[in-house]
């Protein structure tokens, strides 16, 4: 991967989805003058970018429908391609910063995958992973609109949101896992703590 071009320090938020990443880093990066960079912002951008010609998880997922990827396919080939997407597409996110970052930034999203993050942490980086309980990711997953518009295009919304949801929560297990073994910095999301005391959790593990 390119080196960096900038020697100032990168916060890297990644987890599972629920977790909290998105609001925390915004807070975070406006509280503290910093760059942000939600990697699911730029998503779109990379997806275009593409060659046809190059094989690419993410132009695969693109192209199928809401029934092929959470009805259709078991749970666990549905997770081997999330991850495949995820990797791909940070990829493009460490291009992005590389040509991109000329001063401190705050890095959220799922694409922060702890097996791959870990040899490219330098000694003035800081990284958390936020991960949400199964319990919290569903009840929060339930209320967000958008969600019910794809789980409607499916042949049976309701085994489609379990597949997802069960899907989220294995992958959310295998971060906390990897991340832990590491010896990474993780925080379980449960409900249990306002976001004003996950923040000021946040800002602590982060030595803010």
């Known amino acids: ?4 071009v900038t020697g100032a320090p990168i916060y ?3 987890g599972s989805s629920c977790g909290g990443k998105s609001t925390l880093a915004r807070r975070l990066a406006d509280e503290h003058g910093m760059a942000l960079y939600s990697c699911d912002e730029h998503y779109e951008e990379h997806l275009l970018g593409i060659s046809d010609q190059a094989p690419s998880a993410m132009r695969t997922v693109s192209r199928m429908s809401a029934d092929e990827i959470f009805y259709a396919r078991s749970v666990s080939e549905q997770l081997s391609t999330y991850v495949d997407v995820l990797m791909e ?3 493009h996110v460490w291009r992005d910063l590389a040509t991109r970052a000329h001063g ?3 890095v959220e999203g799922n694409q922060l995958l702890p097996w791959v993050m870990e040899p490219l942490l330098r000694p003035q980086d800081r990284a958390i992973w936020l991960i949400p309980t199964e319990d919290f990711q569903r009840e929060h997953y339930a209320k967000r609109g958008w969600i019910h518009g794809i789980l409607r ?3 049976n ?3 489609a949101f379990n597949n997802w949801m069960t899907r989220d929560a294995l992958f959310a297990e295998r971060v906390r896992t ?3 073994e590491r010896g990474l910095e993780v925080m379980a999301v449960d409900g249990s703590r306002t976001l004003d005391e996950m923040y ?3 800002l602590a593990r982060l030595g803010l």
Do not use: K, N
């Open 89 to 91: 597409d940070f990829a």
């Open 153 to 155: 295009s499916t042949s």
């Open 1 to 4: 991967m390119d080196r960096l």
């Open 104 to 106: 401190p930034v705050v």
């Open 12 to 14: 890297w938020i990644g």
């Open 200 to 202: 000021a959790e946040v």
């Open 178 to 180: 990897e991340a832990q």
């Open 157 to 159: 919304p309701e085994v």
